[in-house]
């Protein structure tokens, strides 16, 4: 799917191209060295789960400037786990249920505002079976954010705080499929 002229979105071997990806986030997100170390064995660990898939926006020489990859929502799993007890207060844990998870998205800096960001999770949720999307995002006002409500992702719960997370999270919802430009309802 053409997302940009030089850009295209498609399948991605996560497993086989992590430390580039995980090169795309750190430079998205801001990570440590051993931040990425650490979350390499947590893309490998999820890539093992049932459903789990990856795609990528690869630029005409190859380099990835952009990656997504999610699943199907299990309560087990670590981030329900956490996340479940926030939903709960405001009366939105079924968001849990029959879910399919951005796990992460990151586009690199030097690709943001093309649009990529958009293609990457709507082609990915365009796949998805569970009639609904969750995620977690820094708890700000950031151009991420106003990507996911203007996909239609609506807050499910603030202030919520992982584990060694400086920072606090929101949980956000939508409905499949999302948003598209100038759809102001969902079908």
């Given at each position: 799917?053409?997302a940009d002229?030089d850009?295209l979105v498609?399948?991605?071997?996560?497993?086989?191209?992590?430390?580039?990806a995980?090169?795309?986030?750190?430079?998205?997100?801001g990570?440590?060295?051993?931040?990425?170390?650490v979350?390499?064995?947590?893309v490998l660990r999820?890539l093992?789960?049932p459903?789990?898939?990856a795609?990528?926006?690869?630029?005409?020489?190859?380099?990835?400037?952009?990656?997504?990859?999610?699943?199907?929502?299990d309560r087990?799993?670590w981030?329900s786990?956490?996340?479940?007890?926030?939903?709960?207060?405001?009366g939105?844990?079924?968001?849990?249920?029959d879910?399919?998870?951005i796990?992460?998205?990151?586009v690199?800096p030097?690709?943001?505002?093309?649009?990529l960001?958009?293609?990457?999770?709507t082609t990915i949720?365009d796949t998805a079976?569970?009639?609904?999307?969750?995620?977690s995002a820094?708890d700000?006002e950031?151009?991420a954010?106003a990507?996911?409500?203007?996909?239609?992702y609506v807050?499910?719960?603030?202030?919520v705080?992982?584990?060694?997370?400086?920072?606090?999270?929101?949980?956000?919802?939508?409905?499949l499929p999302?948003?598209?430009?100038g759809?102001?309802?969902?079908?």
């Amino acid at each position: 799917m053409p997302a940009d002229s030089d850009v295209l979105v498609g399948p991605l071997d996560l497993a086989a191209r992590v430390d580039e990806a995980l090169a795309v986030q750190a430079v998205a997100f801001g990570l440590s060295a051993e931040e990425v170390g650490v979350r390499r064995h947590i893309v490998l660990r999820h890539l093992s789960y049932p459903g789990a898939r990856a795609l990528g926006a690869t630029t005409a020489d190859g380099r990835l400037a952009g990656f997504v990859y999610g699943m199907p929502n299990d309560r087990a799993h670590w981030w329900s786990t956490v996340v479940e007890p926030y939903l709960r207060n405001n009366g939105a844990e079924w968001w849990l249920d029959d879910s399919f998870v951005i796990t992460e998205l990151h586009v690199h800096p030097a690709f943001q505002g093309r649009g990529l960001g958009r293609a990457l999770i709507t082609t990915i949720t365009d796949t998805a079976t569970e009639p609904r999307s969750i995620l977690s995002a820094i708890d700000t006002e950031s151009p991420a954010r106003a990507l996911y409500r203007g996909l239609g992702y609506v807050d499910l719960a603030g202030q919520v705080h992982f584990p060694s997370a400086a920072r606090p999270y929101a949980v956000m919802g939508a409905p499949l499929p999302l948003l598209r430009h100038g759809q102001t309802e969902f079908r």
